[in-house]
């Protein structure tokens, strides 16, 4: 089993920054993709953004790109996402998510491991 861990959420304003992390225990070392997730009130669960292993392929959701990075240091079991001018639509519980299979894939429902969340509130 692998346990996911997220830090780093908080309240900030509108244009401010944070850092969210994420460190997998356990046998972290069958993880390939990792991805971060968000759940907004009242709303269902959306991708945000994952990596692949390597590091050599990220994706991005359409409303974060440009503003938010992924990242990860395999070393240390573990993956960030930096999130730069952030907006009040970006308010959110965010998740991380972990595959144990090899292809790099951006559905929810193609990860086998989560996270308990974080709280990201953007305030206007």
């Known amino acids: 089993q692998v346990q996911l861990v997220e830090s780093g959420g908080g309240l900030v304003q509108a244009g401010g920054s944070l850092r969210l992390s994420c460190a997998a225990s356990g046998r972290a070392f069958t993880i390939y993709t990792m991805g971060w997730f968000r759940q907004a009130p009242g709303k269902g669960r959306e991708f945000v953004a994952a990596?692949?292993?390597?590091?050599?392929?990220?994706s991005y959701a359409d409303s974060v790109k440009g503003r938010f990075t992924i990242s990860r240091d395999n070393a240390k079991n573990t993956v960030y996402l930096q999130m730069n001018s952030l907006k009040p639509e970006d308010t959110a519980v965010y998740y991380c998510a972990a595959r144990n299979r090899p292809q790099f894939r951006l559905d929810q429902s193609q990860y086998d491991y989560w996270g308990q969340g974080t709280q990201v509130t953007v305030s206007s």
């Open positions: 990596i692949s292993w390597s590091g050599g392929s990220t």
